[in-house]
């Protein structure tokens, strides 16, 4: 079974760094003057973390000529005030790292120092690998390394979002990917790259990176870190579980996806959201009895807004069964009937269950609210041809087909903390440079006016978008916009 999807998809993301206690320098232990073990043995029993203290003893590192020289080293390179001098000082560490590797395979410290020294010089594939293999022979020294791959973590993930926030989503990706290879004891590299991958359409990499998110705030990494943090983890986790669920049944796994949507509703039993994705998921794993029964149950709970009629619909379009759908959507149109989102979805059901009579005033609806919807104007075109009004039809087609500009991709999203009316204005035959001026009006979930903002946008060349973005309002009653053309 082949979902359709429409506008219905809406993934909340860009989630920043919360509370991140990593230094500011990448030298661990080592720039201090003190190695490990000498950390490690200054350390009170009741400061070194239990989790630490239970890890397997492995075999202790041990000092040697060129542990103790590449020691020395790390300290100079970490205090020289010269870049060139750091770098040459950290190539010393290098080689004399390799060198006591090469007679002391079984030496953890060593590396260790290499690790140091190839994450101070940038080659963090390389450093990750010296580091695991120390932590390989010697467990305990994960309380060292991960104070330098988390400092590393730190510097690629906001590198990230800088290219992010430039629009280079493809350079972000590969920021997050480096931070997410060195450090995988936070969940926000792969939060970032889940959004990431999903913008892109690598819907199957982006639910592995959400799943991996959850699996870090649900694990024990979770009690380990402070309180602040712990608190902003959970506030991603419930996007997160949100996310994974809503791509998996994207993806039509649908067995998955029920039991994604499932763990969801197991804290948060009364979420109507997941409630109806998680019988869109019943249907498509062919468990129509139980979807039928919860989507019976939905329709007809009291008290709804327009926003828990919307999410019932979404569920319901997700599962075909386009008449129920439109049964939900229509009366969230009741409540809100200028809420853009509403009227598309509406018309969108109804066109696609030959429900061409209710389609029409719909349709026309549809045109007030989004008028520069080249969908809009073909619903509407083709209510009037089912309708036997040819002459009708044909001119809004025409209309349709004459436009110099439309508007794609058009919905709220997330953009960091803040949620945004985004979209892309298409430039169909207007000249390069020309303002185009719009106004959105805003509403809450029981139709009412949260006020308006206007937006300029300036035309790219013939057959290229310009992406645009405006802040919606700051209220936790906001459920939708519609707009018009100054």
Known sequence: ?????????????????????????????????????????????????????????????????????????????????????ANELFEEVLSLARQGMAEYPENAESYYHAGEALFALGRYEEGVEMFDRAEEIYPRFVLETMFTRESAWVEELNDGFDRQ????????????????????????????????????????????????????????WGDRTDEETREGWLEQLEVARANYAQLLLMQERYDEAADAFSAILDSDPDNLEALSGYGASLVGAGRMDEAEALFDELLNRPGLNAADYYSIGVGLYQAESLEQAALAFYRSYEIAPGHRDVVYNLAQSYYLSDQFEE????????????PLNFNAYSFLGQALLQLDRQDEGLEVLDQRDELEYVIEGLGLQFAGDDIVVAGEMVNRGAAAGTAIQLRFHFYDVDGDDLGSQDLTVDLAAEGEPAVFQLAAPDTPTLFGFRYEVL
Request: proline share 5%; aromatic share 10%.
């Open 1 to 85: 079974m082949k979902f359709r999807f429409g506008a219905f998809v809406l993934l909340g993301f860009a989630f920043a760094l919360a509370g991140c206690g990593a230094p500011g320098a990448a030298g661990g232990g080592a720039a201090n003057g003190l190695s490990p073990q000498d950390l490690m043995q200054e350390m009170d029993d009741e400061e070194i973390p239990d989790w630490v203290d239970e890890l397997p003893e492995g075999r202790e590192p041990e000092d040697n000529t060129y542990t103790a020289q590449a020691e020395l080293a790390l300290v100079q390179a970490f205090g020289a005030e010269d870049e060139a001098e």
């Open 165 to 220: 926030d430039a629009g280079d989503i493809e350079g972000a990706i590969e920021k997050f990917e480096t931070a997410h290879m060195v450090y995988q004891f936070r969940p926000e590299a792969m939060l970032n790259l889940g959004a990431a991958y999903s913008q892109v359409g690598r819907y199957d990499d982006s639910i592995e990176m959400f799943r991996m998110s959850i699996d870090v705030i649900e694990g024990p």
């Open 359 to 370: 389609l029409l005033p719909v349709a026309e609806q549809l045109l007030e609210v989004d």
